[in-house]
DNA sequence: CTGAAAGCGCTTACAG
DNA sequence: CTGAAAGCGCTTACAG
């Protein structure tokens, strides 16, 4: 069933049929009338394919998320999936394994669906190289900044995960706690992992701390059983130790099982804190302390800035939206180690 | 660029260009190795609408997914994208709103992506109508029964949410509990929700025992705030209630938080039960007592029921998973009511 | 092994 | 308002 038929049926040309499926408003009423009629009794659908590659369309702006298991991602991508229609551009959402190349993912999308620019949640830095800039379209990186990879096609919209980090351990430090261990991804892949290890690590030694990345710091996948096992280990490594810093809220939930298999008690025993700020942290008991990311202000942030670069051409732009610590009851407030000594 | 450029370039004919992009191997080597020069030159892509208009190809396995917030969901996505390109399909997820027609979706990606079935997961009842099978393709409903619906393209997999209600009730009773609440979806659109409370009927019936559905029963949305809610309304309902039962993991997650800033205990004071089995669950404390839908075998014995749809044109199945009632710590043994009476 | 040509199902100037 | 026709970028018999 192609427009020929229904041409045919209804004793109309194929151009007149096609400008009625379009909402042409060159055709006469009577013409729409017994044309329409004839598309409902078939219930016949045009062919996208010709359509879009008579039009050379595109198909609005393709999303590529990392992995089916991230509610934060799963927060920002709804919300940039409705900010995008609102805009009037569609969307279309590719999951892939958080092991693939997003960027390999994103140059099939380019060819097949030519859309008008590519948004990527999550994100290997060893996949963005310079030759992004042949995709031919503005991407975004949401939730890792890119300003440092310099890509002249990529904006990023993110918060100073540095400064966070730098946060979340005065925090712990102002709490008392000195024995601290932190929890996040592989550092020669994930830029926030580094970014807030980096910020751990400059507040400990603004403060005259000594940090030792090898002992107190574990590379886990951001998931449970990531946290689980890193904290495993940390409890085998580190005894005494009086708080964890995960970089993620799934993988502080991993890690407070595991203390709690070992007999701990969070807060009283050990202190946890989180990154994200993900629904769920607030449901938990205890309620985590976490660095929010503001989704729905990032989603809203990111889309904007991808729609001005596609409409206007405007150069790629990093912003650094706004984190908020917010306070659970997770972290447990310790003897002044300055009055004790 | 198109593949009239890199035959001029090349001197050889587009037949031949084509040829060599689509390995066919009546191509000399000469001519694949000019031509495979001249494609990596450019970078050429060919266009993929017009390849599928031509083959009037499609594109493997649709999924549409209802809601971006269902781990569950995630679980059997992730494990049915591994099982469809293990089987040498291509797979498409496509993420719309929980309150958009799945159906109608269905039908956009039917007829721009001519899949060789649809597979999806959630559904509201009321969209699943004889008229699927205009689609044309094999279609799949996961973790809900289509059998009554009795749509002849459309096979189910699922288990049996009857029987796993009864069994979580008869649980529920034999710990001692009798003033037990429900918490489910929308009974009008949502077949899960209406098959398990009627097996949570039947099993209070079976005892001899009454149940008001008016009274015990409360519909909220699969999200942790619509079981915090729900939870909420039903303390000011039924006081003196020892037990909850809330059809999805998430709900439960939000009941117990409602419970908990009302004073309560879990499960000390209240029990709780979940439905689902997420990996979530067991890191909870107390770890949740649910119902366990085997994800992996789901998305395995669906993908596998779809494909031998496809390709060898059986009639639609509707397969039942076996459940498991996972013990978590969740539920409170209460003194044995006959022995009180 | 290779080329010339038809045709996939649409859209859109162009002419009337 | 409508029709006839060109053409989007490919694939694939067909002929050589």
Same mark, same amino acid.
């Given at each position: 069933m192609t427009i020929k038929d229904i041409a045919r049926e209804s004793g109309y040309a194929v151009g007149t049929v096609s400008r009625v499926i379009n909402h042409n408003p060159n055709v006469s009423d009577a013409a729409r009338a017994r044309i329409l009629e004839v598309i409902e009794k078939y219930h016949f659908q045009p062919n996208a394919n010709a359509k879009h590659l008579k039009q050379q369309a595109n198909q609005g702006i393709a999303m590529i998320v990392k992995g089916t298991h991230n509610m934060l991602f799963a927060s920002v991508l709804e919300k940039m999936q409705a900010e995008c229609s609102a805009a009037g551009y569609s *969307?279309?959402?590719?999951?892939?394994?958080e092991n693939d190349n997003?960027?390999?993912q994103a140059r099939c999308v380019c060819r097949e669906r030519k859309p008008y620019?590519?948004?990527?949640?999550?994100?290997?830095?060893?996949?963005?190289?310079?030759?992004?800039?042949?995709?031919? +379209?503005?991407?975004?990186?949401?939730?890792? /900044? %890119?300003?440092?990879?310099?890509?002249?096609?990529?904006? *990023?919209?993110? +918060?100073?995960? +540095? %400064?966070?980090?730098?946060?979340? +351990?005065?925090?712990?430090?102002?709490n008392g706690h000195r024995r601290i261990a932190f929890i996040g991804g592989d550092l020669t892949s994930s830029q926030p992992s580094s970014a807030r290890l980096s910020g751990c690590l400059s507040e400990f030694s603004r403060?005259?701390?000594?940090?030792?990345? %090898?002992?107190?710091?574990?590379?886990?996948?951001?998931?449970?059983v990531g946290g689980y096992h890193a904290m495993e280990q940390l409890l085998d490594n580190l005894p005494g130790l009086t708080a964890v810093f995960?970089? *993620?809220?799934?993988? %502080?939930?991993?890690?407070?099982?595991?203390?709690?298999?070992r007999g701990l008690r969070v807060p009283e025993d050990v202190s946890v804190c989180g990154f994200d700020g993900i629904e769920l942290a607030d449901y938990l008991s205890p309620r985590l /302390?976490?660095?929010?990311?503001?989704?729905?202000r990032m989603a809203g942030c990111g889309v904007s800035i991808l729609i001005r670069c596609i409409e206007e051409g405007c150069d790629a732009v990093h912003e650094l939206v706004p984190y908020e610590l917010l306070e659970g009851e997770s972290i447990q407030r310790l003897p002044d180690p300055n009055k004790i000594h």
């Open positions: *969307s279309m959402v590719f999951y892939i394994d997003e960027v390999e620019g590519v948004i990527f949640l999550g994100s290997d830095r060893n996949h963005f190289g310079p030759d992004l800039a042949d995709l031919g +379209v503005p991407c975004l990186l949401m939730t890792n /900044t %890119a300003a440092t990879a310099a890509i002249p096609n990529l904006s *990023s919209v993110s +918060v100073d995960d +540095v %400064a966070a980090a730098v946060r979340m +351990v005065g925090h712990l430090l102002d403060r005259g701390l000594s940090f030792d990345p %090898a002992g107190q710091y574990i590379e886990a996948r951001y998931t449970l995960a970089f *993620s809220d799934i993988m %502080a939930i991993g890690a407070i099982r595991a203390l709690r298999d /302390t976490t660095i929010r990311q503001p989704a729905e």
